[in-house]
């Protein structure tokens, strides 16, 4: 994979070296009234791609820290839970020393004849 990515920055930075030689020319810049920037059009290109490229560059390594964040502590808690022993489950009806849920109704007291 890395040498992909090696190719295609190869790539483009072959297009842009053609780019400038083909378009080495000066341009004014207005930017404000009376503040004129005199730059050349490959520079003025890589400026505007870089000021584009930043905020969603910063986007993803904020998105991506975030989900390695939570992807670790999922980690964590699957390990931990895979750790940590059950407890087995009690039957009331087999342990005489829980109460069971309804208790016998009392008779009441009883009545000589």
Do not use: C
């Not at 584009?52 to 939570?70: D, E, S």
């Amino acid at each position: 994979m890395q040498i992909v990515r090696t190719i295609v920055w190869v790539l483009l930075l072959i297009v842009l070296l053609i780019f400038s030689i083909n378009n080495w020319n000066p341009v004014e810049v207005k930017i404000w009234e009376g503040l004129v920037l005199e730059t050349k059009i490959p520079a003025l290109v890589v400026v505007s791609f870089l000021l584009g490229l930043l905020p969603m560059w910063l986007l993803h390594r904020i998105t991506a820290y975030a989900a390695r964040r939570k992807i670790n502590s999922l980690q964590v808690a699957a390990r931990t839970a895979a750790v940590t022993p059950v407890a087995p489950a009690v039957d009331p009806a087999a342990d005489p020393v829980i109460a069971p849920e309804h208790p016998a109704e009392d008779p009441g007291p009883l009545k000589s004849e």
